[in-house]
Every structure is written in structure tokens, then in C-alpha cells.
């Protein structure tokens, strides 16, 4: 598998925009994005290094699986991971996201998502000319940009420190920084930075079983099973 590199991710990113219906800087909501690709998405407490998963069938339904146990931060992040597996992996096969953060697939997906969550471009437009150059990021300043843009902490540092805002040192000193704490320092909200969506399924989930039901492939026992996961 080719490993592509930060302008190939770059212009995937702006692709899948593009075919979607969204702007080139516009931050996204993943539900929105998950609704309108039409992929069928369960949210469920998964094992402690898993992230989540997608498959993507043979007549081109498309599902993903999120650790309801990470936080929203981490979860978005994810979605957009899987993206990149559904539309663009070469050879797209079921897997856990996190078992293997060192594969070429999985290093792609990252850049992918880090991309699409969160634009070079859009990005800039968002930081004041004084803090841009020589490290004089500010806390407040990245609070609000991973609050704009919905992804953790670690998420909007790197892909800082990717498109030349920050180094590596000034990278390790606001890692450091506590994210709930310093939330609250300023005002925002934390939900963020902790777990939720625990149950949640996104798609037509209730509507395909039902109408497998009716059709005579699922048994009534079968379908109350599955009804009462939503």
C-alpha cells in the first residue's frame, strides 16, 4: 500500500468536502457528515486500546463502531479516521482502530483526518498574525481552536506543529497543560474532553430491521434483540 504524504492527505481531505456538500475551511460536525454519507454508526464501550472500526460490505453499505468510552474529542478524530478507510483505503478490510498505529493504512487514515477535521487553511484564518510565527501560541488560543473544530487536545497540537505553527518543544510545554482544568479557566465547556454518546446509533438502523423482520429474514425474537440496542 502507498503511503501518501501531507499534500496527498490534503487534497483527499478537500475532495471528500467537495463531494459532500461542505466548504474547504468550514469545521464539521461528524454526526452531520455520518447522516449524510449514510453510514450506519453504533457507539458502544469498546476494549481499552480500541479506538473503534469500520466495514464497508460488498453492495456498498458502509459501518462504523465507536469506543463510547473515549472522550467526544477522541471520537471525532476517529469518525474521520474511518473516512479515509470507507472512501479511499486501496484495500479497505475490518479492523480495529489502535491495534496497529504503526501500519501505512493507519498512519494514511491519520493524516487523513487530521486534514479534514482541521484545514490548513481554515486553521490560519483562525490564529491572530502575533501568535502565527515564533511559538507565541497561547493557551486561550488553542482552547478555542479545538473547541471550533471538535477534536482533542493532542489532535489540534500536532497538526499545529505539522503546518509550522508551533515546534516540537513549544508541542511538549501545552501537552502538558491540563485540558479540563484549563477549559474551565476559560469559560468553555468540558464535554469535550470526556467520554459520552454511549448508545447512540446514527443511521437507519431500526428501519433495516424492521423491514428484515417483514420480509421473513429475522425472526420476532431476533428483531426485539436488535430493537432494543437503540
Known amino acids: 500500500m502507498r503511503r501518501i504524504n501531507v499534500r496527498d492527505a490534503e487534497v483527499l481531505a478537500a475532495k471528500f468536502r467537495a463531494e459532500n456538500g461542505f466548504s474547504h475551511t468550514e469545521p464539521l460536525d461528524m454526526k452531520t457528515v455520518l447522516r449524510k454519507c449514510n453510514i450506519l454508526t453504533l457507539y458502544r464501550p469498546l476494549s481499552e486500546n480500541a479506538y473503534g472500526m469500520s466495514l464497508k460490505a460488498r453492495s456498498g453499505d458502509k459501518f462504523v463502531l465507536i469506543n463510547s468510552t473515549r472522550t467526544l474529542g477522541r ?13 479511499y483505503d486501496e484495500n479497505p478490510r475490518p479492523h480495529i482502530c489502535g491495534m496497529d498505529p504503526d501500519g501505512v493504512a ?6 487523513f483526518a487530521s486534514a479534514l477535521l482541521m484545514p490548513q487553511e481554515s486553521v490560519l484564518q483562525q490564529i491572530h498574525s502575533k501568535e502565527s510565527i515564533g511559538n507565541a501560541l497561547s493557551i486561550a488560543t488553542v482552547l478555542r481552536l479545538e473547541q471550533l473544530y471538535g477534536v482533542s487536545r493532542e489532535s489540534m497540537l500536532y497538526r499545529l506543529k505539522s503546518i509550522g505553527v508551533i515546534d516540537e518543544k513549544k508541542l511538549q510545554v501545552l501537552l502538558k497543560m491540563p485540558k479540563v482544568e484549563t477549559a474551565k479557566e476559560y469559560g ?26 417483514e420480509k421473513g429474514k429475522i425472526s420476532e425474537g431476533h428483531y426485539v434483540e436488535l430493537m432494543n440496542m437503540i
Open 106 to 111: 493507519e498512519k494514511n487514515a491519520n493524516m
Open 75 to 87: 471520537q471525532h478524530f476517529t469518525i474521520a479516521h474511518e473516512l479515509y478507510h470507507l472512501f
Open 188 to 213: 468553555y465547556d468540558i464535554s469535550l474532553y470526556l467520554p459520552g454518546n454511549d448508545g447512540l446509533i446514527i443511521g437507519d438502523f431500526g428501519a433495516i430491521a424492521r423491514e428484515l423482520f
